[in-house]
């Protein structure tokens, strides 16, 4: 695992690098200037940074009030926790084409979505090639209904593992329930809660899968395109690829996730003094 980042590291630096007669040009930062006012990066880094803020806080809140459900089920329980964990196991590409025939709108129909909202009188929107708040709307819900899964079984056993002599205690004295959970819940859990946020904000910012079962291969011309998906388009793009180009933006990446979670764990450590 080392070697191929000291690789990568090291392409980044070196000017026109050819993979197939190993040759550059020259070392020096142009592979960094290049990527970074290349408006196709910039696209692709203002769609990943809004998936990121969009989905990690919404589908962590979700999972927990999923989870505090699912917690006070008692009939039927497991039975719960499996429906809701098989998006998770399913192919994403399957659940893709799922989404694609619920918003995208064709010759035969406007999708299932369109017909409600125009049964409530509103317009029909082209979801998959339609506006650009269109597009991110149902990546985000995509993204959300794919990662929620996981987090809903970690947090219901992470739930099912607290001592209950707490909540009776807490009972004992009168404690509302909205107490108990802020004063007793929340911080018990809190450690799994942090590591789901701290997953969840790398998994989002490498997000390209989902964008390209809902849009297709070419999401620079949807403008849908995401950093992961740009680095492969370097890399494998039709004029032979420019790995220089994908190294430097691989590295902005790790960058950027490296010092979201560090300002994460600081956040974390300061929290528990």
């Known amino acids: 695992m080392v070697y191929p980042l000291i690789d990568v590291f090291i392409y980044s630096f070196e000017e026109g690098y050819n993979s197939a007669s190993q040759t550059s040009f020259g070392t020096g930062l142009y592979n960094y200037s290049y990527v970074l006012h290349d408006p196709y990066f910039l696209q692709a880094l203002k769609n990943t940074l809004i998936l990121v803020a969009i989905t990690v806080p919404v589908s962590t809140v979700l999972s927990l009030l999923i989870s505090l459900g699912l917690n006070k089920i008692t009939k039927l329980k497991e039975l719960f926790q499996t429906v809701y964990f098989l998006p998770y196991v399913t192919n994403t590409l399957a659940v893709g084409l799922v989404f694609m025939i619920l918003f995208k709108k064709t010759a035969y129909t406007d999708g299932m979505i369109n017909l409600l909202i125009t049964a409530f009188g509103g317009k029909s929107v082209d979801f998959i090639e339609g506006p650009y708040w269109a597009k991110m709307m149902v990546l985000c819900i995509y993204t959300i209904w794919i990662v929620m899964p996981f987090k809903v079984l970690v947090l219901t056993s992470s739930l099912a593992s607290v001592n209950p002599i707490y ?82 933006a691989a590295i902005i990446l790790f960058s950027i996730v490296l010092t979201i979670t560090v300002i994460n764990l600081l956040v974390r450590n300061k929290s528990k003094r």
């Open 167 to 248: 909540y009776s205690a807490a009972r004992v004295d009168g404690t509302s329930n909205t107490r108990i959970f802020f004063r007793i819940t929340l911080p018990m859990i809190s450690p799994m809660i942090f590591y789901l946020v701290i997953t969840g904000f790398i998994g989002a910012f490498k997000a390209y899968s989902d964008a390209v079962a809902l849009f297709g291969t070419n999401l620079n011309v949807a403008e849908m395109n995401t950093i992961v998906g740009y680095v492969y388009d370097m890399l494998y793009g039709d004029s032979g690829g420019y790995p220089s180009y994908a190294s430097a």
